[in-house]
């Protein structure tokens, strides 16, 4: 192993490393952040959920966007696969059905970094014990 | 290649490794690459989350999944279910005590909710084997802070504007201490890292060396630069292995990387530790005694002045601090003094980690802010008692410190609140006990220990706890009279204020705060020859009710020294003189005829 020679040189070897633990860190408080939650039951992996959760992740690391990403399971809309489900810090979720890579790239110009709503929003007609 | 999508921390603790995380490491491992997730998914070891109650623990990053009590036959389904179908195992999720629900998140678990983590920041989040995880989370920043930007004055006056107090029980202000070596002049000092846990039930020390050693390296490392040490020694009870290994490892990495030898990042700075082995003696916590140990000779404490600070190890300046002291230093030189100085109380600055243990539910470790009360860290953090028993006492600052009953409960823990209380902080043991405790019986189990302990140096402790303990087993079989309690009184004053050492200046402590707070037990022992708990054997009496006996001889030929007799159909009699309490007749009684005066 190589010796660290400088406090710059121990800083820049932390920039480089901190992309290892990034996912601990960030999903520590999920609250403060842009969540990502994709729709990953059999209906949305056939329908290709794995290539949109791909998409949202290396976009946002392409992008430098502080946001965490997660599987979740069946949503219910399967006529509407993938489903991805965006919560942003202090919003309530909106979910957005038949998202493949190209309308991922579009919900990230418009509506995680304008706020913008896009087309194929799910609206939420049900109560979940959460709610209640 | 994917991106790495989930992080699987396994428990590398102490308590989670006897319940076979190694295997479960392992079987996540192996499951992974059987899988062909390699790139996606990785299975990490790391320090202890705290929630020893409920381990092995796994949690699953980032969507914050905490599993409790995962076998290694539950790693199948974790990967199949959790990771590839982003279905969670309902099973294995915490179930809250109070509401009966699953909580799937750590961040809505009442025991979670009131702490906050500074020493403990790294233990559950890194691999404590890998330093590269430790530099990712600001790791060794301080130290090169200090080593580049701040003179050793400098240091060291943030640390006292931090009100940083010493975290192995004592609380003398951290950055005076390191002033005082410091101003004393010499060619060779020594920095020294005391980490000899020795209180019965505590595990504080051992769970940040064992989750987060480099945090202590560093930390003794910027230690040495400000109070002048090229030196330091880290004083390690054999009986913590595994903290041993770690810091080992820890070792080795910072050395590769020039993080400890000669010119640490360049700066001219020289500065190397080696471990020193304790044979886990109590009296060995005490600085002088830990330093007579570490030049090896016997290890007994010696009168203070001089202090170590002017001369300790072979004579040399030495600053001795506790491990969970120095795991904070880092930290309050990366965020600042104000920063750490906002937590806590007016005298008592940051916060403290308790090892929670006794008649709770959450039997753990928890990092929680001072000034918090014992009801939060009782009944919030540590669930409440078990078994829904009522709360009886807290012993806190273990063989050493005092009982505090229900009226201390909405005291405001720090420092100088516990020693007004008639207890201390000690380094941070909290044993709970509930109505089924006799407090005679728990001061007799404290004074066992220091007896055990002592290390025969000065009569007063030697002679006087001895005596201190036969006067308790006197009450403990309804052999003692009303003078026998002043006795008890007078005598601990005396071995308080004659011992040497604070071993003996506190052992009498658990009998007269048991003496104060629960005087009426004692008087009921003596005079009522009756223990209200019922755990002091001598006063107890198996008695059988005639009514409800219908003389089956169940009882008669289950008895192991035929103490009872009767006729066969007629009520049966129990011989108290050959009785030996053993219940087994009471256990074996259909008819509910036998029962304990």
Redesign the interface.
Known sequence: ???????A???K??DS??A??D????????ESRIQVKV????CGIASGAKEV??VF??EF?KRNIDA??????CMGYCYAEPTVEITLPGQEPITFGYVDGKKASKIIDKYILNNELVDGIIPVNYESIHTK | M??????M?VCGGTGCQASQSEEILKNFQAGIQAKGLESEVQAIKTGCFGFCEKGPIVKI????TFYTQVKPSDCNEILEEHII???KVGRLLYTSPETGDKVSDS?HMGFYKKQLRIALRNCG??NPENI??Y???????AL??V??ELSPEAAIAILKKSGLRGRGGGGFPTGLKWEITRAVKADQKFVVCNADEGDPGAFMDRSVLEGDPHSVLEAMAINGYCTGADRGLIYIRAEYPLAVERLKIAMR?AR????LGNDI??TGFNFDIEIRYGAGAFVCGEETALIHSMEGLRGEPTVKPPFPSESGYQGAPTNVNNVETYANIPVIINKGADWFASIGTEKSKGTKVFALAGKINNVGLIEVPMGITLREVIFEVGGGIKGGKKFKAVQTGGPSGGMLTEKHLDTPIDYDNLIAAGSMMGSGGMIVMDEDDCMVSMAKFYLDFTVEESCGKCSPCRIGNKRLYELLEKVTVGDAVMEDLDKLRNLSHVIKDTSLCGLGQSSPNPVLSSLDNFYEEYIEHVKDRKCRAGSCKSLMQYLIVPENCIGCTLCARNCPVDAISGERKQPHLIDQAKCIKCGACMEKCKFNAIIIN
């Open positions: 192993m190589e010796k660290i020679k400088s406090l040189e121990l800083k070897m932390q490393l901190r290892r633990i996912l601990r860190e960030k999903s520590n408080d999920p729709a990953m039951a059999t959760m791909e992740i290396e690391g965490v990403v997660t599987q979740t399971g | 994917g991106k790495i999508k989930y992080h921390l990053m980032p969507d914050n179908k982003g279905r961040k989040v890194i590269d995880e530099i990712a989370r600001d790791g060794y920043q090169g802070k080593l580049t990495q590769e990387y020039g993080l990042l360049g």
